[in-house]
C-alpha cells in the first residue's frame, strides 16, 4: 500500500465550497463584529504559532455575517501551521481548541491539527493503489 501527504488540493476543494457558500449567503458579509480579539494568523515561515486572544464569533461562525476574508485566513493558518508547536511551549488553551474545531467545522482536513487540537495529526492515506 503506498502512502502519500495530503496536497493543496484538498485545500482547494475547502476554499472552494467556503466561497461558494460565501456568495450564496445573503447577509452582510461580516458588518457584524463580536467585538472579540481577531484571529492572529502566522506567516507559513513561522517555527511556531501564538495562542489566541478570543474565540470566534459570528464573522467567522455565522452564515450570514461571515467574512469570507477572515475564514480564510483561518483556513490558511491552521494548514499551513496547525501542526507546529505554541511558542510559549505551552499547551493550547480552550480559546485555541475553538479556532482549531472551527477549522475542521469548516470541512478542513483534520490532519492538519495535532491531537492537541482535536486533529489526527497525520496525513490521510491514500487508499488508491499505485498503477
Known sequence: MRTRT???AGTTL????VLACAAACTG????RDSGQPPFVAAPQTVACQEHQAGRPGPEYTSEQDGDTAKIMGVLEHYTANGRKPFCDGKAPTATDRAWARLYIDLGADPAYLPTALGGT???????????
Not at 475547502?14 to 465550497?17: D, I, K, R, S
Not at 452582510?28 to 458588518?31: F, R, W
Not at 495529526?121 to 498503477?131: F, N, S
Open 121 to 131: 495529526g497525520t496525513p490521510d492515506e491514500d487508499p488508491t493503489p499505485a498503477p
Open 28 to 31: 452582510s458579509g461580516g458588518d
Open 6 to 8: 495530503r496536497t493543496r
Open 14 to 17: 475547502v476554499t472552494a465550497a
